[in-house]
Every structure is written in C-alpha cells, then in structure tokens.
T-cell receptor
Framework: NAGVTQTPKFQVLKTGQSMTLQCAQD?????MYWYRQDPGMGLRLIYY???????DKGEVPNGYNVSRLNKREFSLRLESAAPSQTSVYFC??????????????FGPGTRLTVT | AQSVAQPEDQVNVAEGNPLTVKCTYS??????LFWYVQYPNRGLQFLLK??????LVKGSYGFEAEFNKSQTSFHLKKPSALVSDSALYFC?????????????FGRGTQLTVWP
C-alpha cells in the first residue's frame, strides 16, 4: 500500500516549456486534489476532483489544467511554464465527502523550478 | 470567506516542556478544523480533526487540540515535547456545507524542540 505517489520528484523547466505532473493513489479514494506550497504562504488549492469524471477550480487555477484519468490517477499540466510557477506541488486524496468529513492524504511532493 | 491564521511563524520549546501552536479561524458558519504536520522534504501528515462534539480532540503522536468557539481558536498542544516533534505544522479549516474538498490552510508554524 503505497498511499499517494507523485512523479517526478524534481523538475527544472525553462520558461514556456510544458510538463505534466503525475499523481496516483491506491486507497480507493474518490476525491483528489492538487496544491502548491510556497514559502510563508501555506498550501493553496489549484484544482480538485470530488469524484471520477469531475474537476473544479481551486484558489489558484490560472496556468494549470488537470485530468482525472480514472479513479486512481489525477494529473496536473503546465502548458507554458512561468517563473511564478516555481513551487512545490502536492497531490492529495480523500474519501468522498458526502459520506462524512475525511482527512486528506498527501503525496511526497514535486519540487519544480522554472528558469 | 474562510481563512486561517497562525500568528507565530516559529515556536521554540525545550524537550520535556509543554508546547502550544496557535491557530485562529474565520468562517461564517460552523467549522471543520484540521492539523497537519510536515517533516522536511515530505508531504503533509494528518494529526487530528474537529468535526463536532467534545472540544478537546486527541490525535496522533500524543498531540491534542482544543476547539474554542467563542475565541474562534483551535490550538494544538502536547504536554511534553520531543525533539522528534520538530517540524512544520499547518492548521486548516473548511466550513460546514461549503464546496466539497475546499480546505484553507494557514501559513504554517515551524516548531523547534531543543534537547
């Protein structure tokens, strides 16, 4: 039981390049989330998927797109990377909230630098 | 709008002494409150949550938190700190009835426990 896994762990991009961050969970959770963590700002929600087949914007969605590929996988895409997207990205998952309020389980993160 | 404030960027405490990490929240209705811990280069780990009921919530690793509705606070406590408790602690809130999955995090408090 690996929990939430993310790839890659580290990435350096040049401005304008694109990339996809991958996330998978093996806990049979319905809900998945993407956050970014910046120093002194805590975690901010980029996008989330309450259940397979649905996605919604969070606090800071501009410059990102997501795909809920199946119940296990939720990817985050940067179409044209900008230096302002330099951050640590975390994926998380949880049970579907209509049946209760559940904690979120986090992956180890992807450290992205855009030059 | 929902928000969380962690008024202290850093808390320093000697091993064996009690520790408190402060959190205040702002929601227009009833809150769901969470504490997470982040060790260096790791994802966030869930510590405890308040949904309803007893104002004193017990969690992992000997931590507990006290919900105070009149002061809109949810402070994290531990009776006797360990050096291994040194980490970054995040408080998070969401409002009962709000959009699924929308957690709002504080900026984090760095706890250092010295031997």
């Amino acid at each position: 039981n690996a929990g939430v896994t993310q790839t890659p762990k580290f990435q350096v991009l040049k401005t304008g390049q694109s990339m996809t961050l991958q996330c998978a969970q093996d806990m049979n959770h319905n809900s998945m989330y993407w956050y970014r963590q910046d120093p002194g700002m805590g975690l901010r929600l980029i996008y989330y998927s309450a259940s397979e087949g649905t996605t919604d914007k969070g606090e800071v969605p501009n410059g990102y797109n997501v795909s809920r590929l199946n119940k296990r996988e939720f990817s985050l895409r940067l179409e044209s990377a900008a230096p302002s997207q330099t951050s640590v990205y975390f994926c998380a998952s949880s049970e579907f909230e209509t049946s209760g309020i559940y904690e979120q389980y986090f992956g180890p993160g992807t450290r992205l630098t855009v030059t | 709008a929902q928000s969380v404030a962690q008024p202290e960027d850093q808390v320093n405490v000697a091993e064996g002494n009690p520790l408190t990490v402060k959190c205040t929240y702002s929601v227009s209705g009833n809150p769901y409150l969470f504490w997470y811990v982040q060790y260096p280069n790791r994802g966030l780990q869930f510590l405890l949550k308040y949904i309803t009921g007893d104002n004193l919530v017990k969690g992992s690793y000997g931590f507990e938190a006290e919900f105070n509705k009149s002061q809109t606070s949810f402070h994290l406590k531990k009776p006797s700190a360990l050096v291994s408790d040194s980490a970054l602690y995040f408080c998070a809130v969401r409002e009962m009835g709000s959009t699924l999955g929308r957690l709002y995090f504080g900026r984090g408090t760095q706890l250092t426990v010295w031997p």
